[in-house]
C-alpha cells in the first residue's frame, strides 16, 4: 500500500527564508553615509565607530572603511554586540545598518 | 546587548604603555554599549587627578588625557581606590570629570552580579 511522505511541514515546521549568517537585510543596502576611518583600530575605531553610526536614521546604512588589521573581525563583534546589522563586509568596507532605536 | 564590564589599572606613568592600552581597551568596551568602569587602584590612581595625564603619549596610540576625556564623554566611568587614593595623599578636589572615589564595596556592588574583566 503506498503510503504518502510525510514533509516537515506536516510536522508543523513552516518553511523559512533563506538563511545569510549575520548578514541579513531586507532592503537595498545603499549607504546613507560614507565614513573613512583610516587607520583607526581596537577601541579607538569602535569608540568613533559608536558616534558615527548616530549620524545616520535608524533603518539607514552607514558604510565603514576601516584598514586596521583587527578591523575584520572587530567591527562584525561590534556589530553582535550593539545590535546593528552588518549587511556586507568586504574588508575594508563594512556597510552596517544602523538597528530601529 | 548592554553587559558591564572593568578594566582594572594599577599603573600611571610608571607603566605609560600599561595604562593607554587599559583605556584603549576601556573605549572598545563603552564604544560596544557596554556599562564599564575603569577601576584605577595602586599607581593607577593619580591618573584621576586633573592636569597629571596631559602631555603623556605612548609612541603609536592617541594623547593618554585625549583616551580619557573619550572615555568619560562616552558615558564611561572611573573609580578611584579610596586607600590607594588616601595612601598617596592626593588632593580629593582635583578629580578629573567621570573619577569618584569609591571603596571596594562599590565595586563589588558593580560586579558582583556576573561582571568580565580585564587588567592591566
Redesign the interface.
Known amino acids: 500500500m503506498w503510503v504518502p511522505r510525510r514533509t516537515l511541514a506536516d510536522e508543523g515546521f513552516a518553511p523559512r527564508p533563506a538563511y545569510h549568517g549575520a548578514m541579513t537585510s531586507d532592503a537595498p543596502a545603499l549607504p546613507h553615509l560614507v565614513w573613512d576611518a583610516g587607520e583607526l583600530g581596537?577601541?579607538?575605531l569602535?569608540?568613533?565607530?559608536?558616534?558615527k553610526i548616530r549620524d545616520v536614521p535608524p533603518g539607514a546604512v552607514l558604510e565603514v572603511v576601516a584598514r586596521d588589521g583587527g578591523a575584520a573581525e572587530?567591527v562584525p563583534?561590534?556589530c553582535?554586540?550593539?545590535?546593528h546589522a552588518l549587511v556586507a563586509a568586504t574588508p575594508p568596507v563594512y556597510r552596517i545598518r544602523r538597528k530601529a532605536e | 546587548?548592554a553587559g558591564k564590564f572593568v578594566v582594572s589599572l594599577t599603573f600611571a606613568t610608571d607603566n605609560l604603555d600599561k595604562a593607554t592600552v587599559a583605556?584603549?581597551?576601556?573605549?572598545?568596551?563603552?564604544?560596544?554599549?557596554?556599562e564599564t568602569v575603569v577601576f584605577l587602584t595602586i599607581e593607577g590612581v593619580r591618573l584621576s587627578i586633573q592636569g597629571y595625564a596631559d602631555g603623556l603619549q605612548e609612541e603609536g596610540f592617541?594623547p593618554l588625557k585625549e583616551?580619557m576625556t573619550?572615555?568619560v564623554g562616552?558615558g564611561g566611568q572611573i573609580y578611584v581606590c579610596s586607600p590607594c587614593f588616601k595612601k598617596r595623599k592626593l588632593d580629593d578636589t582635583k578629580l578629573v570629570a567621570g573619577a569618584k572615589i569609591v571603596g571596594g564595596a562599590k565595586l563589588i556592588e558593580f560586579m558582583a552580579g556576573g561582571c568580565p574583566s580585564i587588567s592591566f
Do not use: E, I, K, Y
Request: proline share 0%; net charge neutral; charged share 10%.
Open positions: 581596537c577601541g579607538d569602535v569608540l568613533a565607530l559608536r558616534g572587530d563583534s561590534w553582535r554586540l550593539t545590535g | 546587548m583605556f584603549v581597551v576601556a573605549n572598545g568596551a563603552v564604544g560596544s554599549g557596554q592617541a583616551l573619550n572615555f562616552a
